[in-house]
C-alpha cells in the first residue's frame, strides 16, 4: 500500500460558500482514505466541522489582499517543510499566490506536488493567472475548461483536469420530502406560505447574485395577481451593506414586503428547496459552477435560472426548460409564468457525488507524488 499522503490546501476563509464547502468534503474525504489533511484559512464557522471530522486547521490572513500576505510566503514555506506537505492545493488567489511562491523557492527535490483549483470565472489579468500555475489545474466544471483554454492559450493543456463538484447523494434524494417536525417549525414561522407557490432564490446576499432581477420578477407577478411568494435564502456580507439596503428600498419601491422574506443563513436549505415549487441562479456574471442549480434539480426541483457559465451545462443536461437569457427579466417573467401555469417535470439526472469527486482528486494528487 502506498505511504498515505499529507495534502494542505489554502482559501481565504472557513465562512461559508461552495468553495469552502469543497474544502471540508475533500478534507473528510482525504481522512476518510487514511490521509492527513491540514487547511491554512483565515478562520471562520465552519472550522468546527474540519476539525471533528479529522482535519487540522491552521489560522493565517492568508487570503487579505495587501504585500503583507506576499511575505507570508517564506512561514509557508518553512511550514511546508516541517508538516512534510506531500501536496500542496490553492483554492483562492491571494492563497495562491503564497502557495505559489512558496513552492517556488522550494529546491524541486522537496517540492511538494502543486494544484490550483479554478473555482471561478476570474477576470483575466495577472493576479488571477497563478491558478493556471498549478502541476495540475483542476477544472470544476466545461465552462471552466473552457474559460482556461480560451483565455491562457499558454497553459498546457494535458495539465488541466475538469472534476465536477459532486452531491451528497444520501441527502439530495429525487423527491425527498422534509420531516414532518421540521414542516411543522417551517410553516410556524412562515405561516404566510400556505397555500402559496414559493420562488426561492439561495445564495449570499451580493449584488453578483441578481436579487434586483429577482425583486423585478416578483414585482410583476404579484401585480399579475400570481399567489407566489419569494425567499430570499443567505447570509449577509457585512462588506455589502449599502447593496442590502438597496434590496430593502426596491421591496418598498414595488411594495413586497407581504410577498418576500429574507431568511437570512440557513443550515437547512436542503429542505427549504425541497418545499419551493421553483428554485432560481441568477447570477448577474457566469459562474463556474452552480452548485446549488445541481442539488435543487436533484431533488427533483425545477429550476430557472440564467444561462451562461457552468450553469447553463447543468440545465442543457438535466433541466432546459428552465434556462433564460442573462440579464432579461421579460423572458424571466416569462419563463416563470409559464411554468406556474404548465408545470415541466424534472428528470432524474446522475450527477457526480461527492466521494467521485473526492476519489477524482485523489487521483490527481497520485499523479505529483514524489
Not at 87 to 102: F, G, K, N, Q, T
Request: proline share 5%; charged share 20%.
Amino acid at each position: 500500500m502506498a505511504k498515505p499522503l499529507t495534502v494542505l490546501q489554502v482559501l481565504p476563509a472557513l465562512e461559508s460558500g461552495g468553495v469552502e464547502r469543497g474544502t471540508l468534503e475533500l478534507a473528510a474525504g482525504l481522512v476518510a482514505a487514511g490521509h492527513r489533511s491540514l487547511v491554512i484559512s483565515g478562520g471562520g464557522q465552519l472550522v468546527p466541522s474540519l476539525t471533528g471530522q479529522g482535519g487540522e486547521h491552521f489560522t493565517w490572513p492568508i487570503g487579505k489582499k495587501s504585500l503583507f500576505t506576499f511575505g507570508m510566503s517564506r512561514a509557508l514555506r518553512k511550514f511546508i517543510k516541517n508538516q512534510q506537505v506531500d501536496i500542496l492545493h490553492a483554492r483562492s488567489r491571494m492563497p495562491a499566490w503564497v502557495a505559489y511562491r512558496a513552492w517556488k523557492h522550494l529546491s524541486k527535490r522537496k517540492r511538494p506536488g502543486f494544484v490550483t483549483t479554478v473555482h471561478g470565472l476570474y477576470s483575466v489579468k495577472r493576479y488571477s493567472s497563478v491558478m493556471t500555475r498549478g502541476e495540475r489545474v483542476i477544472a470544476v466544471s466545461s465552462a471552466a475548461v473552457q474559460y482556461l483554454e480560451n483565455n491562457y492559450p499558454k497553459l498546457d493543456a494535458s495539465r488541466i483536469r475538469l472534476i465536477e463538484r459532486g452531491i451528497d447523494q444520501q441527502i439530495y434524494q429525487f423527491d425527498y420530502r422534509p420531516s414532518e417536525a421540521w414542516l411543522r417549525r417551517w410553516y410556524s414561522d412562515f405561516p404566510f406560505l400556505v397555500g402559496r407557490k414559493i420562488l426561492t432564490l439561495p445564495g449570499r446576499i451580493t449584488r453578483r447574485k441578481g436579487h434586483l432581477d429577482f425583486i423585478e420578477m416578483m414585482a410583476r407577478l404579484v401585480n399579475l395577481g400570481k399567489p407566489v411568494y419569494g425567499l430570499i435564502v443567505g447570509g449577509n456580507d457585512p462588506r455589502h451593506v449599502t447593496y442590502v439596503d438597496e434590496l430593502h428600498k426596491a421591496i418598498e419601491k414595488h411594495g413586497l414586503w407581504q410577498h418576500i422574506t429574507f431568511t437570512g443563513n440557513r443550515l437547512d436549505l436542503c429542505d427549504i428547496m425541497a418545499v419551493s415549487d421553483m428554485v432560481f441562479s441568477l447570477s448577474i456574471k457566469p459562474e463556474s459552477f452552480g452548485r446549488t442549480v445541481q442539488e435543487a434539480l436533484s431533488l427533483g426541483v425545477p429550476v430557472v435560472a440564467y444561462d451562461h457559465g457552468g450553469v447553463s451545462d447543468l440545465l442543457q443536461r438535466a433541466f432546459p426548460a428552465g434556462r433564460v437569457l442573462p440579464g432579461e427579466v421579460d423572458s424571466l417573467e416569462q419563463t416563470v409564468k409559464q411554468l406556474l401555469v404548465k408545470p415541466v417535470e424534472v428528470v432524474p439526472y446522475n450527477f457526480q457525488s461527492i466521494q467521485d469527486m473526492i476519489n477524482a482528486t485523489i487521483e490527481v494528487y497520485g499523479e505529483l507524488r514524489r
